[in-house]
């Protein structure tokens, strides 16, 4: 399938955006950090999400009628993942407005004294919001039977991961920037993430890299007879040749695997590990750069994940 740039940048922006807020809502239930940081925490997944969001939108052919969309939500995916979000911006909304009285608050007001029932019930309802929508924009692939790389059970498992890693990251670099320090436990989650993460996609990888489940007489109603191309349908590229039969060379792909897994997993893995051992280190930076790391690892690896998906139809070319 055509790698657009637009829904790369929609599927990892919007997952991070997401990842961003879930944590910061989990931080709030739990009374992980100040109220400010939070609510700087809210904002930029608001941001995140939405920037994500709006390019998915230049995708389109007729972006002006985008939001017809919302009206399929009982049978598109896409739909779903429209409705999704703008629901999960609600319980953000009431979450970041019961923090800002306590991040405005004269004197540092701590966790525990500005938690509160409301702020437990909207901290609740965006955690399962945020991980609802990040299933669906996964879904929209997922449901896709005529792309095998696509329509594959670890498809949603490495998205919410890819969410919860990168937003994770963002959120523990921005705690240890704002607060001034973190604790170390707080990079277990953020390498146990890495780790699965770097498995189920090797095992994805290898799952896609098998032959396809049908051949050419499938596709040209023979199915079981071997089927060869005489002359080709036509002399010049359509529209299902560029946009479904995207070419990427095998080498290429393997090298461009590699520093995915390298940028989304072994950097963040060693740079989480000093902050995980060391005590009074200063873990902003290190926290940096596993975030920038994973996030930029995201982008190639969803880039693979477009280029390398084929379509059904290219059988029949």
């Known amino acids: 399938m055509h790698p657009a740039f637009s829904v790369i940048f929609f599927t990892t922006l919007s997952g991070a955006g997401y990842g961003l807020l879930l944590w910061s809502a989990v931080a709030a239930l739990l009374g992980w950090s100040r109220p400010s940081t939070l609510l700087i925490g809210i904002v930029l997944g608001l941001v995140l999400s939405t920037i994500g969001l709006l390019s998915s939108v230049a995708h389109l052919g007729k972006p002006g009628r985008a939001w017809r969309a919302f009206s399929q939500w009982r049978t598109s995916w896409l739909s779903r993942e429209g409705v999704a979000a703008l629901v999960t911006c609600l319980p953000a909304l009431v979450l970041g407005v019961l923090l800002l009285g306590p991040s405005l608050a004269a004197h540092p007001v701590t966790p525990a004294a500005s938690a509160s029932l409301a702020r437990m019930i909207a901290s609740a309802l965006l955690i399962a919001c945020a991980l609802a929508t990040v299933y669906c924009t996964a879904m929209i692939y997922a449901s896709l039977r005529p792309i095998p790389a696509w329509c594959h ?3 949603a498992p490495v998205y919410l991961l890819f969410s919860l890693l990168t937003g994770g990251l963002l959120f523990g ?3 240890a920037t704002v607060d001034g320090g973190i604790d170390n436990r707080a990079a277990m989650p953020g390498l146990v993430a890495a780790i699965v993460l770097a498995a189920l996609k090797w095992k994805y990888w290898g799952d896609v890299d098998a032959p396809l489940p049908l051949d050419r007489g499938a596709a040209v109603g023979l199915p079981g007879r071997e089927v060869s191309v005489f002359e080709r349908p036509h002399t ?3 529209y299902l040749t560029r946009e ?3 070419v990427v060379a095998r080498k290429h792909g393997r090298v ?3 520093i995915a897994m390298v940028l989304f997993t072994v950097l963040p893995v060693l740079a989480l590990l000093p902050v ?3 005590v009074h280190l200063d873990a902003a930076p290190w926290l940096w750069v596993a975030a920038l790391g994973a996030l930029t690892g995201a ?3 969803r880039w693979l994940f477009f280029a390398q998906a084929k379509h ?3 059988l029949y070319y």
């Open 299 to 301: 982008f190639v690896e």
């Open 153 to 155: 059970r670890l498809v």
């Open 244 to 246: 479904m039969g995207f």
């Open 173 to 175: 670099a921005l705690v």
């Open 256 to 258: 461009l695997r590699a």
């Open 236 to 238: 010049q590229a359509n």
């Open 312 to 314: 059904m139809v290219t």
């Open 276 to 278: 995980a051992l060391v």
